[in-house]
């Protein structure tokens, strides 16, 4: 009877957690994307007002595929099937949906990391090929009861701090600060409690407001102004990806952006993908998901996988770890540098150690 009412317990305890929703994401590898190639709608990079070119090869972006989350909780056997496959990963809710968050305020937190790198990559590109472009320091807000709360506003345009223009992009010598980190630089220089005059161009009219700075970030001086450099482009890149979010394809956006303006291919007909975040400065950041996104491109028949130095702690625990030639780079120029490596077969390409 003990062994009879036992089984019945287990059994009952085994169809019951065929239904226990769990608060965990299952992430798998997902789509890639070819930022060189075309979609049903066009090509996937766009360029207006400057020749563009189209080559052999690829310059692909991986995804990572996740299920679950708070709206489509994914049952016990779910993820425990995922937590046995080797090319999944079980992953805490919260680290696609901090508490407090919004499915729908994810979501457009991630379409907004995907403009802002669209135009880090464009930016990068630019850099990498000696094209000029403008970088405008514009206010984006306030922090509320900093000294500039009241007298700054959301789009006034940063000319001059105490009387010393700000210099653009276009206006600054190659490698001076320029823009909003001349800014930051010149406000920071001062001791806290310090006046600032900042010179603004709101709506056209030049004017001029006065603040005392109080201390900030790491004990220099702060006047509580958010702006960013708003890029004014020779060129119009229009990069069309659908529904993809989140910041990750960076790089490749770049890449294929360059490739996109060179009569010459970067590739020499190879299949590359990669994954990692950019600056408009070309410093490439790492990402999470390396290990889904290295089985994604290897089944999309890529032969070689670029990825942020940041992220090399990721690449052994992939499934695909020796099947794509992992290439590790810091900025864009190595990832340039390592494309012609590989499109001449002269030199030696840097990995993950």
């Not at 630019?126 to 514009?138: F, K, S, T």
């Not at 998901?289 to 992220?311: L, T």
Request: negative net charge; aromatic residues 4%.
């Amino acid at each position: 009877m003990t062994l009879v009412v036992a089984l019945a317990l287990l059994v009952g305890l085994g169809v019951g957690s065929r239904y226990l929703p769990m608060p965990y994401l299952v992430a798998g590898p997902g789509i890639t994307l070819d930022t060189v190639g075309r979609t049903e709608e066009g090509p996937v990079i766009r360029i207006d007002g400057a020749d563009s070119y189209e080559h052999e090869g690829s310059l692909s972006m991986v995804t990572v595929q996740y299920a679950g989350g708070p709206q489509r909780r994914l049952d016990f056997l779910t993820v425990v099937r995922a937590w046995l496959s080797p090319t999944e990963a079980v992953l805490p809710e919260e680290l696609l949906f901090p508490a407090g968050r919004s499915p729908e305020e994810v979501s457009e937190r991630q379409t907004v990391q995907m403009n802002d790198s669209q135009t880090s990559a464009t930016a990068a590109a630019l850099n990498q090929l000696g094209l000029g472009y403008d970088a405008i320091p514009v206010v984006g807000d306030t922090v509320e009861g900093m000294p500039a709360d009241g007298l700054v506003e959301p789009g006034d345009v940063v000319l001059a701090v105490d009387g010393e223009k700000v210099l653009t992009r276009s206006e600054g010598e190659p490698g001076t600060v320029v823009g909003t980190a001349l800014v930051v630089e010149r406000v920071g220089s001062r001791e806290p409690g310090e006046p600032v005059v900042l010179t603004l161009d709101r709506d056209g009219e030049e004017i001029e407001v006065e603040m005392v700075s109080e201390p900030g970030e790491e004990g220099r001086a702060a006047v509580g102004v958010l702006i960013s450099d708003e890029m004014d482009f020779p060129i119009e890149v229009d990069i069309t990806v659908g529904d993809i979010g989140g910041p990750s394809a960076g790089m490749m956006f770049a890449l294929g952006i360059m490739d996109r303006l060179s009569e010459e291919g970067l590739t020499g007909g190879a299949s590359i993908a990669g994954s990692g975040t950019i600056t408009s400065a070309g410093e490439i950041g790492g990402v999470s998901g390396i290990q889904q996104k290295m089985v994604s491109a290897q089944r999309a028949g890529a032969g070689y996988f670029f990825v942020a130095a940041d992220s090399c702690s990721q690449v052994f625990e992939s499934a695909a770890y020796g099947e794509l030639e992992v290439v590790r780079v810091e900025t864009l120029t190595d990832a340039v540098e390592a494309l012609e490596t590989i499109r001449t077969g002269e030199g030696e390409l840097t990995r993950c150690e």
